[in-house]
């Protein structure tokens, strides 16, 4: 579809940005977004306010991609097509006509939900377009397993008696197949936190509660089965998100990260900063940790959380980022928290009600594959300065020592926490109740977030919302769960 011109299309307000983007909304569902002009923060938008201009010179490379919904699926355009589409973009067009192949073409990117459209004048044939950051990311292979993590701890459903059986002749097909001799190596070492001789003392505090020895049997499961690739952490968390793309623009690897908190955190709150809690999570690297400062069975049983901000403002701002319109987010909070009250999670930091069983904690099992440790974790003292006789720790997560003593800081950084085949997620949480009731309430949830979540084309619009108005170029609708 080679582009030889463009020119803005002369329908009066419709060749700029218009003023209010979609019908049924008021000026108060739309002004959280962006202000003035009231129009939502599209990949459009995002494109006609950055000092990208000069990227759309024939000589100059481009920064986005456009890409057009063919029956075969997503496609790049012709590179011409592509300039032609942003220099009209990057003037604050967002309707204008294209002349390619012969052809005349109106594009369209005033919708709300921030997609475009490219309609042939003449046959009235339209199809969808799509902006994509061209950025540094690329998706990373697939994995060749996929495989139901069990009853507990688990971030999918397990699977039933068919699927069950395929999984285990994946599972024979895994172990048949040749791994690297760094893989191999991994394996031999076995699961992190038994290696170097750890003692499993710490499991004391677990005994006569054998929910918790459930869990934690499932967690040393998951990892003899990801050791060879994977390295794992444990953070012992409240329900505070970290996927809002904007947030991590100054803090693109971990080594900005702890260039930030020498500079800024350490003499100022240093962990606790706001703006590192925003980015940043604080781990153990062994489920039998001893410390310092933390012992993860410990925390699990009796809780840990932070009480110096506000969660029902966490989850609202989440929500708003999400194109929830403002007028809907409070009521859509509330019975959120409702909701959760409902399956027995403790929201009582949410402004609702305790967990009766008063074991409030709950533990994230994290993997980062292990080529992405050092983008993405530090070996930290606590309160987060960095350690710097484990740095790097690749290494001495590679190694067959003990992981029972040291902290870590992770970056939370959605570009690869939103794919599975970089980083994975277990969860358990220490009330038997919310813990058994988690998939009920998980799929009450997403019910609920329909508004947002329930289509593919819904789940983009979202998720350009928290990419700060522009997709990146690996992102996909698909539905991640399924890899864990």
Known sequence: MGCLESRASSHGTHGR???????????????????????????????????????????????????????????????????????????????FQIHARGQNYQVDFSRAEGGGTQTNISTGKARRLRILDAGEEEPVPEEDVAVGSGDAPESTPAPGADEGADALGMMDAAASAPVSPEVALQKSYGPQSKRGGASMHPYKVLEGNEHAKKCFAKFEENEARLCGEWAVFYHSYATLPRILMHEFKETPDISYLMKRFNEEFAENKRDHHPDFRRVGLSVMCSLASTGPEACVAMVFIAGYSCKDLSFRSVLENLLESCYVPRAKVRKLADEIIAMSEKHGLDVSQFGGKACQSGKAGHLMQLFIKRKLVDKLVYAAKPYGPVDEERMPISQWLDSNKSTQVGQARVLAHPKYFMQANCVRMFVASADPTFHRNRQAFQDELIRKLSLI????????????????????????????RKHA
């Not at 979540?453 to 609708?477: C, F, K, N, V």
């Open 17 to 95: 940005i218009p003023p209010k983007p979609t019908e049924g909304l008021d000026d108060d569902d739309l002004g959280w977004l962006t202000g003035g002009d009231k129009s939502p923060v599209t990949p459009a938008r995002a494109l006609a306010s950055t000092n990208r201009n000069s990227g759309y010179r024939e000589d100059a490379p481009l920064t986005v991609r456009v890409q057009i919904e063919l029956e075969g699926g997503w496609k790049d355009c012709s590179t011409d097509e592509m300039r032609a589409i942003c220099r009209q973009l990057a003037k604050g067009e967002v309707v």
């Open 453 to 480: 979540l329930a289509e593919p084309s819904l789940r983009e619009r979202a998720a350009t919302g928290i990419y700060g108005g522009m997709l990146p170029s690996w992102w996909t609708a698909e539905d991640q």
